[in-house]
């Protein structure tokens, strides 16, 4: 029993990929501007990627700002663009203090040189880092990544250096911009809506989804404790039968 009990405390997911949700509705509901719920946001990124280090947790994937979310209005996209600056500025040097190592996924050219340049500098100053890899999505979809590898595979098809006989899972993954990283264990959205919309939908075949009403700039430590326990107690088949 002991022992069970140790091997539960050790069962942390190696990856985690969390859906950011309800910004917007936190700052409507305290008649705020969309803008605070998502300056709010941050504080909420800031405890769960401690509380992920804390876990031992490896990978921790937040969607921060999807393919669609392109289509919202103008001043809102270019405020989360500065956000996302601010938040490099600031937080680099806990980064580096904490052992993390920062990466994006995501349509990264087609965001402000600003932003660009700031993602490089974050990526290269945490790149020697050896724990928690935290990654960010911006401007993606995974349509678009699938979307992406495909192109990426025929070009090399048409170069000769892949045949189409040599396509496999495990070749298209490598395709993926998520390539050498595990795929999720444990998918978390808040803010109570139960879908996906668009995030890593190749990677998440096998993964526990874990969906909660609270928003995200409430979203704390607790409650990702709360999502890891649950994790815990879910039994994972993979397609098999339980042994007996
Ligand atoms: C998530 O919060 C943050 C982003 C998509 C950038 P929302 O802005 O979607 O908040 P709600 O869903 O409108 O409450
Ligand atoms: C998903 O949230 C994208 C991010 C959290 C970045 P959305 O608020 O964009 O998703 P929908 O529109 O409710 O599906
Ligand atoms: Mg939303």
Redesign the pocket.
């Known amino acids: 029993m002991a022992e069970q009990h140790t091997q539960q405390e050790h069962n942390i997911p190696q990856h985690v990929a969390v ?6 509705r936190w700052a409507k509901r305290r008649s705020l501007q969309r803008m605070f719920g998502h300056r709010s946001g941050v504080e909420a990124v800031r405890a769960v990627v401690e509380a992920a280090a804390e876990q031992g947790v490896k990978f921790l994937t937040l ?4 393919t ?2 392109w289509a ?1 209005p103008k001043i809102e996209v270019n405020a989360l663009m500065s956000l996302l600056v601010d938040a490099i500025d600031k937080e680099e040097p806990t980064l580096n203090r904490n052992n993390i190592k920062f990466t994006t996924i995501g349509n990264i050219l087609t965001l402000p040189q600003k932003v660009q340049d700031k993602l490089k500098g974050i990526i290269r100053s945490t790149e020697k880092n050896t724990g928690l890899t935290l990654v960010v ?1 911006l401007s ?1 979809s995974g349509r678009w990544d699938i979307t992406a590898a495909v192109r990426q595979m025929c070009r090399d098809t048409e170069a000769g250096k892949l045949r189409s006989a040599d396509v496999n899972e495990a070749l298209l993954a490598s395709y993926l911009s998520t390539s050498g990283m595990p795929d999720p264990d444990l998918f978390i ?1 808040t ?1 109570g ?1 139960l ?1 996906v ?3 890593l939908i190749w990677q998440i075949a096998y993964s526990e989804l874990y969906f909660t009403p609270v928003l ?1 700039p409430d979203f704390g430590k607790q409650h990702f404790a709360e999502a890891i326990k649950e994790f815990q107690k879910r039994e994972r088949r993979f397609g098999r039968v339980t042994e007996e």
Request: hydrophobic residues 30%; glycine residues 14%; aromatic residues 22%.
């Open positions: 859906i950011m949700d309800g910004n917007g969607y921060a700002f999807s669609e979310n919202r999505a993606y959205r803010g809506d879908r919309s668009n995030f995200w």
